[in-house]
């Protein structure tokens, strides 16, 4: 099956710096990527839609320049969290479609803890 | 839009029994596809199994098995001999045609030794 790789798997940053999580597709090439975030115990939100060349489609109430989204090439989406605060201390994951775009394939997930 | 309700928070089941967790799901649309993930403590979403609208049969993957009532909108997942390592959280997700994934609250799942 397709491989997604997300990096890092953790990350612990002071408030108001920025960290920058990324997601690739390792042996494919995705032209859409999805973020969601996780809170524990509770479900995964879609934050936006990555699309390779073009601007990200962000879901209602997720702040656009808050969290910048990049897709410059087919295999990498990244995603930076600006001015980090500790309410942005949450479990991110990224997915990729597969190339035959019926089956979403995820990334490890990035723990994201702001202090 | 399109919904996803997962009704049973937690579930509990004996080793090498049967279980089922429900989900429903509300859309308009009449292509889309259905998912079981499960998260266990690693968090990695790994996928169950999945289920094509137009597809009257139901999915099967080894122990695993959905009952789809796409009248009902409903897309119920039975694992069967169920074992230590299908303890985790599982999530129904609905597919839409932009390519999101619309998950449900999740269900956590305990396998009793």
């Known amino acids: 099956g397709a491989v997604v790789s997300q990096h890092p798997s953790w990350v612990i940053c002071k408030s108001g710096t920025s960290v920058k999580i990324e997601c690739r597709s390792l042996?494919?090439?995705?032209?859409?990527m999805f973020w969601y975030r996780q809170f524990p115990k509770q479900s995964l939100m879609l934050m936006a839609t990555s699309n390779e060349g073009s601007k990200a489609t962000y879901e209602q109430g997720v702040e656009k320049d808050k969290f910048l989204i990049n897709h410059a090439s087919l295999t990498l989406s990244t995603l930076t969290v600006t001015s980090a605060h500790p309410e942005d201390s949450s479990f991110y994951i990224c997915?990729?479609?597969?190339?035959?775009?019926?089956?979403?394939?995820f990334g490890q997930g990035t723990r994201l803890t702001v202090v | 839009a399109q919904t996803v309700t997962q009704s049973q928070p937690e579930m509990s089941v004996q080793e090498a029994e049967t279980v089922t967790l429900s989900c429903t799901y509300d859309t308009s649309e009449s292509d889309y596809y259905l998912f079981w993930y499960k998260q266990p403590p690693s968090r990695q979403m790994i996928l169950v199994i999945r289920?094509?609208?137009?597809?009257?049969q139901n999915a099967t993957e080894n122990r695993f098995s959905v009952n789809f009532q796409k009248a009902a909108k409903s897309f119920s997942l039975k694992i069967s001999d169920s074992q230590l390592g299908d303890a985790a959280m599982y999530f129904c997700a609905y597919r839409s045609n932009t390519g999101k994934l619309i998950f449900g609250q999740g269900t956590t799942l305990q396998v009793k030794p």
């Open positions: 289920q094509e609208a137009y597809k009257q």
């Open positions: 042996d494919f090439q995705a032209t859409t």
């Open positions: 997915s990729a479609d597969g190339e035959r775009n019926t089956e979403a394939f």
